[in-house]
């Protein structure tokens, strides 16, 4: 605070001769004027500081000892302004600057939305955008709980949205619906296929007729469990077929990818462009457009403008960097590819049979020409039982 003070008022930093500097500091006592920093040096120099105001009677202050003082430096915004007293073009040019920085303080120059998860960030802006905020909206005109309830209506899947003005920053949270469970329709007929290939291993079938056993083969699209029921009491009726239906699967895949693969070799040469992003157009500040006829990686570091208190400008620095590589031929290690393809092979096989169990797995390995062959076989036991609606 002291710091702050010092600079709106200004200061003065003096240097006091004498033999006994005492004499000018009770001066300063007795007619109150503050100072500090005081520091008295080896050859009986001594200095301190004292509010610029003070400074105007420096030489009758020290009339009535024995000392010899004079104004080493001044500082803050009063001796600042004071030396533009002759500037007014530069003067005016920062009142003009610092009236545009407040006039665009109260405007929205960035949006972030947080929450989302399904919904994309461009369906919650677009919806923003009919509503009226959007970059460069007048931040006191967002009425928070009018776009709530008019974001909401056309969202629908939305539970609950916000817009928090920060500065010059709009923060939208949002909180999505949690989707409604899947309601079994009890009533309507339906009968259980095959939804893979495989030998019967298991039925538990809950309504319906069971339409094989267990040791069949079955192919995609058989009927496991059928939807016609008979009793004595009821006759012949249609029902809502359900079963889980276990059976023994095998998948057989192939994997393969070249041994020869091009390397970057960084040279250490790089080079550095930087452009500026105002109110959305890209102002380039260079002339060539990178390196030529080279390859080279490209790093682009987009920077926002953020002034003290957390106010965006709308304004962006752009830097793109450069690094310089030369592409070198180079041949993987077979293990190491092997690996590679196995890991692929191993992923894949989980996505087919997702909750199965894997009874058996093992690899293949052919290698030919410089082309590295992985092929994975597998028996799993799978729920392949699926529920389909009758026509």
């Not at 004499?23 to 120099?45: C, M, P, S």
């Not at 390196?291 to 830097?319: A, E, M, Q, W």
Request: hydrophobic share 40%; proline share 3%; glycine share 6%.
């Amino acid at each position: 605070m002291n710091k702050v003070t010092n600079l709106l008022r200004g200061s003065a930093r003096l240097e006091i001769r004498g033999q006994f500097p005492e004499q000018f500091i009770n001066t300063l006592a007795v007619r109150g004027i503050e100072f500090w920093k005081f520091r008295k040096h080896k050859d009986g120099r001594a200095e301190l500081s004292i509010p610029l105001k003070a400074a105007a009677d420096i030489e009758r202050l020290a009339s009535g000892t024995d000392c010899e003082v004079k104004i080493l430096r001044k500082s803050g915004l009063p001796h600042f302004l004071y030396g533009l007293r002759r500037r007014w073009a530069l003067f005016a040019g920062m009142i003009l600057c610092l009236i545009a920085v407040t006039a665009l303080s109260l405007f929205v120059w960035e949006i972030e939305i947080s929450g989302n998860e399904t919904v994309a960030d461009n369906e919650i802006l677009s919806v923003l955008d009919e509503l009226g905020v959007r970059i460069g909206t007048f931040g006191l005109s967002i009425d928070q709980q009018d776009i709530r309830s008019r974001a909401l209506a056309k969202i629908e899947e939305l539970s609950w949205l916000t817009v928090n003005i920060s500065g010059t920053k709009a923060e939208v949270i949002v909180r999505e619906r949690i989707p409604k469970p899947d309601i079994v329709d009890e009533k309507t007929p339906t009968i259980v296929i095959a939804s893979k290939n495989g030998v019967i291993t298991k039925m538990n079938v809950y309504r319906g007729l069971p339409a094989v056993n267990i040791g069949d083969t079955v192919a995609v699209g058989d009927v496991l469990v059928g939807a016609e029921l008979s009793s004595l009491n009821s006759g012949d009726r249609i029902v809502h077929a359900m079963a889980d239906i276990y059976a023994r699967t095998w998948y057989d895949f192939t994997y393969e990818m070249p041994l020869n693969y091009k390397s970057k070799q960084y040279t250490g040469a790089t080079d550095k462009k930087r452009a500026v992003i105002l109110f959305g157009k890209r102002i380039n500040l260079y002339l060539s457009t990178g390196f030529s006829d080279v390859f080279c990686d490209k790093i682009i570091k987009n920077s926002p403008v953020v002034l003290p208190g957390g106010y965006h400008l709308p304004v962006r620095i752009v830097t793109e960097v450069y690094e310089e590589y030369e592409s070198e031929e180079e041949t993987m290690e077979v293990s190491e590819a092997e690996q590679i393809l196995k890991a692929c092979l191993a992923q894949r096989l989980d996505e087919l049979v997702g909750d199965g169990e894997k009874v058996s797995v093992s690899y293949k390995t052919d290698v030919s020409e410089n082309i590295i062959k992985v092929t994975i076989s597998a028996e799993c036991i799978e729920q392949i039982g699926k529920i389909q609606e009758l026509p």
